[in-house]
Every structure is written in structure tokens, then in C-alpha cells.
């Protein structure tokens, strides 16, 4: 039986608020709110850089002056940049990779989930008479890559952002991505340039459809953005996406679930006097705020299980536990207080202000 | 001069050992206790910092076979082998009793260690600190950890006066350990006993820390608490050696990608 999945059809001409979308779906998805999403769309000259690309280091930023390319920084825990235009067919995968070891005859684990989302995108292309293949690392014709992406992983679920090249301005990639990578990398092709003609992006939204249903057993079902997602998409927008600490300084927010303000406290396990004390104030002084605040209660040597089967941590979390410093309490993933029970006034205020 | 408690009293059971010393720090936090040296000793067995996965630095099999208990304490650090050859000592102080703020978590080191050395100094033995470590003549005759909760801190280490190595060496996955470790026993010109032992080093704290050290018992509270503490957790295989990483620092990974990193 095939499994149904959401299908977006969703661009916003602008590449901050394009990319601000793609985590509100893979949030979604992670929570249970939506179902497997597959969302394609296309957007204006844009250089894509992974979570760990160097703003300076990556990009030629005198030629996308010159060419008026946006630069947006996709949150991905590996890959590499990528230029993308109106002639380029972006995808957005957000699915529970669970369902796809039964795909694979080796599974090897995270490469065979990449690999059998590359294989259903040249799964598409065959449609175009081209020789397409694919492995984990990208979708090729005749050895020319085609496709790149940018994958990120939570617990099993997986958001694969990337772009098709169809049309794409190669000579444009080629100017405003810095060279050195070209001599890594195998040569770009697109299927404009593979078949010596202009090839209709709606056609192969067509086909790549058709390569994803069959490769991957799914049917789709066209839906927009639930209300929970296009609220955390302007959020994401304001906090993240775009804001120069983002992309240029690759710092992110630390936000959890759909978004909410994430108060982690950081205490004894079993709690001291001391601990239960400060935990009965952090929920009295959010007691009103429950539907835009979340405590989470973290005690020392409980395990990442202590919050269910895919707990959701910052980094200052784990920080305050490398350097033993109990109690403490991280908001939005800042460690705000360290050490001793903050008073009521100075603790509410500093969520309010996150507000 | 301020008056700290000497206190020496050491359970047969490791864990209850560590939960002794966390009852220790919770009742010095609620100021129920005064700071205090302890001296303890552990019957052959394996102490884990908290972060280690033991399977990757114990050998597990090996400890079943023998009957060694392999127990986790609260702070970091490396693993370690006990056994009554062992003198270990731990000193819960609060921050404000201290002159130097001692924020700085290698000069805490350094100033903890430094009452040990001062101890050994009157043997005759010339020692010194690298990172909570105490060398002699290039080999560790000590190491020790912290762990802090809110302004009170516990720094716990060991003393290698007569260890067997040689079990030591099973049971740590460690190679040649008689290269890289020593005991007081190899460099003493004359065997003296643990307890002679313990006198200079708190000869030692009671110089580094210009304090007076008097003998005192564990309090009733202090009791309560670890026996507490060694029921809800020291005691538990769910905290020695869990299933599944019960500190944070792991990294959210596909299931199947976590399947393959467990060793165990």
C-alpha cells in the first residue's frame, strides 16, 4: 500500500522567507502535526550555504553583486554550496526515514536514506530519455552531477533541501561560488544542457513527481502550510533567517518544537531543597504563559530520555552539564542564570523579553 | 582559624561510598554540614566519571568475572581502579569560606591538589600538579575530579600508595599502566602505613587552607541522605551502566546510526 504524503507547492520569490519555510515543515513533521512532506519550489538567484560554509571563505561576493544573488544559509548538518535560480527546481523533503530502510536492499544507515531520495529524483529524469543515476551523494548524468542538497537529521526524521538543475545558469554558479570548490567537486551539468534545449520546469516538476511516487511508493496530496507552520515561518524569519547572525555568523536560536520559548532548568537529580524550590518558581512565573513558554526540566544523570523518546536540547544545556554548573537555566538556548535561584522579577522579565 | 571536620569513614560498598559523598555536598549546600576532608577507601572495584560510557573504558567482561563492582561517581574525568591500596580523599567546601574566588576551574585544581603535595612533601616526596593530576618523577600518583552544585564544591581524588597494577591494568582499558602510574610504595625508602598516610595529608590541608581539621562522624541527616541517594541511584544499574546515554552530551542521531555506535 503507498503511503500519502502532503505535497507544497510553495515559493515566496524571496530566498530568506523561501528558506524560513523549510523548517517549519520539518518541525511540523518531527511533532506529528503533518504527514511526510515533499515541497517544490523555485526561487530567484540564491547561494545556499550549509550551516558550517563560510560566508567569506565560500562565496564570490563581487559577482553576486554583480548578478544580484541573494545568500542564504540553510540549517544542514553537512553539504556543500549551492547556486540555484528560476531555471533551477528546489525540493524540500520532510519525512520519517523509518519508512525507507524497506526500501533498500543494504541498507547502509543515512547513506541509503540519501541515496533512495537521489535514485527517486533520477528515477524522474529518465522520463527525459537522459542517463541518469544516482548515490548518496548526489544525482548524476553520465558522471555530471545534476542535483545537490543539504541534509539535516533529527532522530530519524529527515529534512533534505536541495535544488534540481533543469535550466540553471551554470556560467553564473560557476562565478559566484569560489573556485576551489569546483576542483573538489565533479563537473555540473543541468537538463537544459544535457539535451541542448530549454526544457519547461513545470515538465519536470511533472516527471520528478511521477520518479518520486514509483521510487518511493507515495501519493501525494496537494495542501498548503497548516497555521502552526506559517506563524513559525515569519518567526523563523525574524530570528533566524533573516538576520546577519545567521548568515553570516551561522549563530542560530535555539527553539523547540513549533517554536515556543524553550526554558530549560538545569537542577540535582534527585532534586536538592534548593532544586524543587527554584523548580516550583520557574512554573509559577510561567503558569500564564503555557501556551507560548515551555519548561523543560532537566535533572543531572537522567539521560536524554528524562523528556520522552526525541527530547530536544541546547547546546548550553549540555554546556552547563560539561562544566557541572547546577542549577542553571537557558532560555532560548542562553544560559541566563547560573549557579543560584534568580528572583521571580529578573526571571520573568527574561522570558517576557523573548516574548 | 576556621574548623573543618577530619572526617575517615568508608563504607565496604562502593556505591555506597559515592553516596556518602553526594549526601556530603547536599547537606554542606543546606548548610547542615561544615566543610570536611574525608578519607575512604573502596574494596577492589571500578569508579566511573560521569560522562564515560564504561564499556569503552572498562573492561566489562573482565569485572563480571572478578566480581568488581563498577560504579559511577557524579563528577568527570577518567576512570579509575580501587582497591584498599588505595587512599582516596575528598573535600567538600563552600566557595565563600575561601579566600580566592576559585571560579577558575584549573586553579581550584591546583589549590586542592596543592594539600596533598604539601602532605607528601613532609614524606619526603617531591610532587607537583598537572591538571588535577599529582606526578612524581613523571608517573601519576593521584588524579582527581569536581563537582560543583551551586556554591558548594566537592573535589574528590586518589592516592596510589600500594595499588596492584596489575589488576588495575585488566580492568582499565589503559596500556601499560606501570609506565604512566606510580605508587607511594615504589618510592617510599620505607613502607609506611595508610593511616601515618592520611595524618600528613591533613597535616598538608591544614597548612594549604590554614583551617584546624577535627575528627568528626558522619551526621544523621547525612546518613538519611545516602542511604537516599544509594537507593534511587548509585545502587541502580540504570545509573553505573545504563542503556542508554544518561548525560546529554550525545549528539540526536538516526536511530539506526545510534544502534551502530553503542558498543554494547
Not at chain 2, 553505573?240 to 546515554?245: E, F, G, M
Not at chain 2, 544518561?246 to 554494547?264: D, E, G
Amino acid at each position: 500500500m503507498s503511503k500519502g504524503w502532503r505535497l507544497l507547492d510553495y515559493s515566496l520569490n524571496d530566498p530568506k522567507m523561501d528558506w524560513a519555510v523549510n523548517e517549519p515543515i520539518f518541525r511540523s513533521r518531527r511533532v506529528g502535526l503533518t504527514p511526510d512532506t515533499l515541497r517544490l519550489w523555485r526561487g530567484p538567484n540564491t547561494v545556499v550555504l550549509s550551516t558550517h560554509s563560510s560566508y567569506e571563505g565560500d562565496i564570490n561576493h563581487e559577482a553576486c553583486r554583480k548578478y544580484n544573488v541573494g545568500i542564504v544559509r540553510a540549517t544542514s548538518i553537512t553539504g556543500d554550496v549551492f547556486y540555484y535560480d528560476m531555471g533551477s527546481l528546489n525540493f524540500t523533503f520532510a519525512v520519517d526515514t523509518s519508512y525507507f530502510r524497506h526500501l533498500v536492499k543494504n541498507y547502509q544507515p543515512v547513506l541509503s536514506e540519501y541515496e533512495v531520495i537521489n535514485e527517486s529524483i533520477a528515477k524522474g529524469l529518465h522520463k527525459f530519455d537522459v542517463n541518469s543515476k544516482a548515490d548518496a551523494y548526489g544525482v548524476y548524468i553520465d558522471d555530471k552531477r545534476i542535483s545537490e542538497a543539504m541534509p539535516l537529521w533529527f532522530y530519524d526524521f529527515l529534512l533534505f533541501q536541495g535544488t534540481l538543475h533543469i535550466n540553471t545558469n551554470l556560467d553564473i554558479y560557476k562565478e559566484v561560488i569560489r573556485t576551489r570548490h569546483f576542483e573538489k567537486r565533479v563537473a555540473l551539468t543541468s537538463l537544459s544542457r544535457e539535451l541542448g534545449k530549454d526544457v519547461p520546469v513545470d515538465e519536470a516538476k511533472k516527471a520528478l513527481l511521477q520518479g518520486i511516487k514509483e521510487k518511493l511508493n507515495v501519493d501525494f496530496v496537494e495542501h498548503g502550510l497548516m497555521d502552526d507552520e506559517q506563524n513559525l515561518v515569519h518567526k523563523l524569519y525574524r530570528v533566524k533567517y533573516g538576520l546577519k547572525k545567521w548568515n553570516v555568523d551561522a549563530k542560530e536560536p535555539f527553539l523547540i518544537g513549533m517554536g515556543k520559548t524553550a526554558v530549560e532548568v538545569f537542577v540535582a537529580y534527585p532534586p536538592t531543597s534548593m532544586c524543587r524550590k527554584l523548580i516550583d518558581m520557574v512554573k509559577s512565573v510561567t503558569l500564564d504563559l503555557k501556551d507560548k513558554v515551555e519548561v523543560m526540566i532537566w535533572m543531572r544523570g537522567r539521560g536524554i530520555q528524562q523528556h520522552g523518546p526525541l527530547p530536544e536540547m541546547s547546546d548550553a544545556l549540555r554546556s552547563a552539564e560539561k562544566r557541572s554548573i547546577i542549577p542553571a537555566i537557558i532560555i532560548n538556548g542562553e544560559l541566563k542564570f547560573q549557579g543560584s535561584i534568580p528572583s521571580k522579577e529578573d526571571l520573568r522579565k527574561a522570558i517576557l523579553d523573548t516574548l | 582559624m576556621q574548623h573543618w571536620r577530619l572526617l575517615d569513614y568508608s563504607s565496604k560498598d562502593p556505591a555506597m561510598n559515592l553516596a556518602i559523598e553526594e549526601a556530603i555536598l547536599r547537606c554542606l549546600l543546606e548548610y547542615n554540614s561544615p566543610n570536611t576532608l574525608r578519607f575512604w577507601q573502596n574494596p577492589p572495584s571500578v569508579v566511573i566519571g560521569y560522562f564515560q560510557n564504561p564499556y569503552e573504558v572498562v573492561n566489562v567482561a573482565l569485572c563480571k568475572r572478578l566480581g568488581i563492582n563498577i560504579v559511577r561517581r557524579i563528577s568527570g574525568g577518567g576512570a579509575v581502579y580501587h582497591d584498599y591500596g588505595n587512599l582516596n580523599y575528598s573535600i567538600f567546601i563552600h566557595t565563600s569560606s575561601l579566600k580566592d574566588n576559585i571560579g577558575d576551574v584549573e586553579k581550584s585544581y591546583s589549590l586542592f591538589c596543592s594539600g596533598v603535595i604539601e602532605g607528601l612533601k613532609v614524606l619526603g616526596v617531591k610532587a607537583y600538579n598537572q591538571k588535577g593530576n599529582i606526578i612524581i618523577d613523571g608517573r601519576k600518583v593521584s588524579g582527581s575530579a569536581q563537582h560543583r552544585l551551586y556554591d558548594v564544591i566537592l573535589h574528590h581524588g586518589t592516592l596510589m600508595v600500594g595499588v596492584n597494577l596489575d589488576i588495575l591494568g585488566q580492568t582499565l582499558i589503559i596500556s601499560s599502566p606501570e609506565r604512566i602510574l606510580i605508587n607511594l610504595y615504589d618510592i617510599l625508602p620505607n613502607k609506611i602505613s595508610i593511616n601515618e598516610i592520611k595524618g600528613v595529608i591533613k597535616v598538608g590541608f591544614e597548612k594549604m587552607f590554614n583551617v584546624k581539621l577535627k575528627k568528626g562522624t558522619l551526621t544523621l541527616e547525612e546518613k538519611q541522605i545516602a542511604k537516599k541517594l544509594w537507593e534511587v541511584k548509585y545502587s541502580k544499574i540504570s545509573w553505573n551502566i545504563p542503556k542508554h546515554s544518561y548525560s546529554l552530551q550525545s549528539i540526536v542521531l538516526p536511530t539506526s546510526m545510534a544502534k551502530r555506535k553503542k558498543t554494547h
